[in-house]
Structure formats: structure tokens, C-alpha cells
């Protein structure tokens, strides 16, 4: 006992005499000093967008260090005025000191045809409240925007090849937005009449692009950058051949790339990655959303068995969230109403600021509207394919429906949509009927999905997707799809996971038969 503590002792002081930092220097890559450059540290979570942890100033020079405490993956985010950010991830290990050159792209687009104008005068909304600026002889855009206070604050849209809306040169100083570009701040009078004007002279015109040097290609923060950039547009035929040669950390790296990539992933590889690494591995960091693919080899008592372990377990506090709502879906699916209880009211104490926390609470509130046993709130809903055909509870009492609420912007929406359609198919006969209400933006865009993917053969309802809408709020709907079944008496029968995937066939069949 007594080495055991002495050499527990030993790690201890080891650990915490360690020190680990990134240095290094951000600049233009038109090798120029940039006017301001923030760095953004970046949650885990895989929500998008991703919340900031914390925002660190880089000296005039561009010059920065940060020490950390602790090992881990950390993902930062480099700002740079008049500059697209840069995304970089970090493998922070004990004693890891990395020394990082980051140079920046320019915001600005060759061809300039239509600028607008968003601020604080228009909550910088996008849409049509957004100025359109009247383009002069000269090349210079205009526009004149009456200030709502002692400060304007604003930003151009249709300035960069993001697509993003960034900052003008035109400023007093400049603050940084969430999602790493600037608003440009002028200082005036309330109610006073501002030009803005956005200079030709002043747009950088550039091919260059950016780039992230390492001062050494053995790190493997180098490999986990190279491995994450595009990861989404790169064939997993090209991973596997990149995995002959490296060492084991690295040939799991390529595995989780490769599940990342796949909707059904092979089971060997995910037996691997579970046996090679511990549930407070930093690891499970890079790609927290692939933890539900990964242990999905795992019959659903052992998948909840490991998921407690793991929020024992892990460290990183900004992946918890997601790794709870993972949690109760399964003991939800389950039927395990204890369990869910405990977990809810631990999450609801300790994550009540997370990302997730409306969406778990909707999901898992003793208090919510949607849940077994209450009965599903009034709703009028229009057909699209005709508008004189009007649903509302009394017209569909005494039969058996499911509501589907889901959007074609919404990709687990869609991967739902075959397991709907086999649902339809198998129990349309036996009493079965289906209510897709889609919240997209424009009901076009559901007209196209049905004609050129899943015709959705039963009734389909449009409500364009706002917070304030009384439905919205009465069916809880913070997240999307959100499926409920109901029974002739009104009453809700299943929720969510229940009815989400295989799971699907599996309620129905209880209710029905085969």
C-alpha cells in the first residue's frame, strides 16, 4: 500500500511540475503585421457553433504563448482583422512545447458586385432588414445608416469568399464576434447620420493562403492537424493506405478518421479503439460525436454501463454535456425512468449554462408537455399539397398517429426518413397514420425534397421555424426531429430515441403486432 501511495506521490509531483505551452507567431500571408489578432480556445463539444471557452490578445507583433496546466486536445481558433480565421487543433502532452507559425488569408474578394450593410441597427440580421450599398464610379461602396446609440457597430457582407460577414477598415476600434471575425466600432452620436464607405484602396487582393507551420513534423499535433483538414471531403480508401508504417497512436488517429466517415462503422476497429483507450483518454476529445458509433457494438445495458463510466471517468468538462444527452437517450430507450431522473437532475444542477441544457430539458423534464402518459397540446396544422385540408385533434381522435417534426437542412432528419417509410409501408394497413411538419425556412425547399428524394406519402404540414410561435413552444421543439406517438384517446404513447431508427419497428411492432 504504502508504494502504491509513494508512487501515486511520484506522478503527482511530476505532473504538476510539468509545463506545457504553444508559441509562436500570427501574421498575413502577405507577410504583414496584422492591425489586431485574437486566439479563441474552443469547446470540445461538437455543437455548432462552438462555444468559447476563452479569448487570449496577441501582441502587436503577433507574437503569443499560452501555458497550460494540464495535457489534453485543445482546438484554437486564429483572428485576424481584415482576415478569414483558422481553426487548428492541439494534442497537448506532458512537457509539449509546441512552436506554431500561423499566417492568414485575406477576407476580401477579387470581384466585389453586392455589399450589405448588418449592425446593431438591425440586430445584425442577415435578411431583408440588411443595407445594400450603393456601388460609385470609383469602385468605392456606400451606404448611410442612422446610429441607435453613442457607438455604430457593424459589419459587410459580400466582402469575403467565406461568405461571412467581417469587419470594414472604417472603425474607431474593432471587437471580435463568436464566430472569429470583427464588427468595426465607430464612435458618433444617437440618431446621427454615418457614411460608411468601403474603400477600394483599402481590400487586400491576394491568391496567397493560410497556413500553419510546426517547428517540428514529428509531433502529433502535427498528424491530428493534417488529419482533421477537410476531413469531411477526403475517401476512407485514402486513410486506410495512409495507416501502413505509423506507430499505434497514429494508426488509431487514421481508425477514428475512418469512423468518422462511416455510417456504419466496422466493429473490429471499434473493439480496438475502446480496448486501446481508456474512457479518460483525451483521445475521445478529437471526435466526441463518434462515441455513440463507437460503442454501438455494445448491446444497450453495456453501452449505459459505459457511458456512466465514462462521465466519471474523462476530464474534459465541455464534452460532459453531450456525453449526458447521449446518456439519457439510451436509459431513456431503456425504459430505466429511474436513472434518467438521477442523471437529469445532475445535469440540470451542473450543465444548466451547456448548449444542450433546452434540448434536455425539453427531452427529460419531469415538468415538460411531451411525455408518456400527457396528452399531445391543441394543434391546427395545414396540408401543403392542399390547403383546405386542415388536421386538428378532434379531427384525428380515436386513431393512431406519429408527428414527425424535421427540415431538409436537418441531416438526422433525413437519415430518419427510411425508417419512416418501412414503418408506413409495414402499418399504414394496421392503423398507422404519419404527420410530417417540417420547420424549414422556405416551403420550396420542401416541395424539392419530396419530389427529388423521399416523397413522404402521407399528410405534410409546413410551419416556418420561429422561436416565438405558440406550436413551437407548446410542443417543446428546441431540437429537430422530434417524433411523438399518439393514441386514439390522445395521449402520447412514445418519444424520441423510441422512435428514432430501429428502434422505430421495435415500439410499433409492440403495438400493432408483426
Not at 503577433?62 to 480565421?85: A, M, S
Request: charged share 25%.
Amino acid at each position: 500500500m504504502k508504494k502504491i501511495f509513494l508512487f501515486t506521490l511520484l506522478i503527482l509531483f511530476f505532473q504538476n511540475n510539468y509545463s506545457q505551452s504553444i508559441t509562436g507567431t500570427v501574421t498575413s500571408c502577405v507577410n504583414t503585421q496584422l492591425k489586431r489578432a485574437d486566439i479563441q480556445i474552443l469547446s470540445n463539444s461538437p455543437v455548432l457553433p462552438k462555444p468559447i471557452i476563452k479569448t487570449i490578445s496577441i501582441s502587436p507583433n503577433g507574437e503569443f504563448k499560452i501555458k497550460f496546466d494540464g495535457t489534453g486536445f485543445y482546438q484554437l481558433r486564429f483572428c485576424g482583422v481584415d482576415h478569414q480565421p483558422l481553426e487548428v487543433p492541439f494534442f497537448i502532452e506532458y512537457n509539449n512545447n509546441i512552436k506554431v507559425a500561423v499566417k492568414l488569408e485575406p477576407n476580401y474578394d477579387d470581384e466585389l458586385n453586392e455589399l450589405r450593410v448588418i449592425g446593431d441597427f438591425n440586430d445584425f440580421s442577415f435578411g431583408k432588414s440588411a443595407i445594400k450599398m450603393i456601388k460609385e464610379d470609383n469602385g468605392d461602396f456606400t451606404a448611410s445608416i442612422t446610429s441607435t446609440s453613442d457607438t455604430l457597430s457593424y459589419q459587410i457582407l459580400g466582402m469575403s469568399k467565406s461568405k461571412n460577414s467581417v469587419n470594414n477598415l472604417q472603425a474607431d476600434y474593432f471587437s471580435l464576434d463568436d464566430g472569429g471575425d470583427y464588427i468595426s466600432v465607430i464612435k458618433t452620436k444617437k440618431d446621427a447620420n454615418v457614411k460608411i464607405i468601403v474603400r477600394k484602396k483599402d481590400l487586400i487582393s491576394s491568391k496567397c493562403k493560410s497556413t500553419v507551420t510546426f517547428d517540428s513534423d514529428t509531433t502529433i499535433t502535427q498528424f491530428v492537424y493534417s488529419l482533421l483538414q477537410d476531413i469531411d471531403k477526403r475517401d476512407i480508401e485514402e486513410f486506410k493506405s495512409a495507416s501502413n508504417n505509423l506507430t499505434k497512436q497514429k494508426q488509431s488517429l487514421i481508425n477514428w478518421a475512418i469512423v468518422r466517415l462511416t455510417e456504419n462503422p466496422d466493429s473490429i476497429i471499434c473493439k480496438q479503439l475502446i480496448n486501446q483507450f481508456y474512457e479518460s483518454s483525451p483521445l475521445w476529445s478529437i471526435f466526441p460525436s463518434i462515441i455513440p458509433k463507437i460503442i454501438s457494438i455494445y448491446s444497450k445495458e453495456n453501452q449505459l454501463d459505459y457511458l456512466k463510466s465514462f462521465i466519471e471517468k474523462n476530464n474534459d468538462e465541455t464534452i460532459k454535456p453531450f456525453i449526458f444527452l447521449i446518456l439519457l437517450n439510451t436509459a431513456s430507450e431503456l425504459g430505466k425512468t429511474d436513472i434518467v431522473n438521477k442523471y437529469y437532475k445532475f445535469f440540470s444542477t451542473k450543465y444548466s449554462d451547456s448548449n444542450y441544457f433546452e434540448m434536455v430539458k425539453s427531452q427529460y423534464s419531469p415538468d415538460r408537455n411531451i411525455q408518456i402518459g400527457k396528452n399531445i397540446p391543441t394543434f391546427s396544422l395545414t396540408s401543403i399539397d392542399d390547403t383546405t385540408l386542415v388536421l386538428t385533434n378532434n379531427k384525428i381522435k380515436n386513431r393512431i398517429y406519429l408527428i414527425d417534426f424535421w427540415a431538409t437542412w436537418c441531416a438526422p432528419c433525413i437519415s430518419e426518413m427510411k425508417y419512416l417509410q418501412k414503418a408506413f409501408e409495414k402499418y399504414e394497413s394496421k392503423g398507422l397514420n404519419i404527420i410530417s411538419v417540417s420547420l424549414d425556412f422556405k416551403i420550396d425547399d420542401v416541395r424539392k425534397f419530396r419530389k427529388e428524394k423521399w416523397s413522404l406519402p402521407w399528410f405534410n404540414s409546413f410551419i416556418k421555424y420561429d422561436s416565438n410561435n405558440q406550436l413551437i413552444k407548446d410542443f417543446e421543439l428546441t431540437s429537430i426531429p422530434k417524433p411523438m406517438l399518439i393514441n386514439g384517446d390522445g395521449k402520447i404513447i412514445a418519444t424520441d430515441m423510441q422512435l428514432r431508427g430501429e428502434s422505430l419497428d421495435k415500439t410499433l411492432s409492440k403495438l400493432f403486432g408483426n
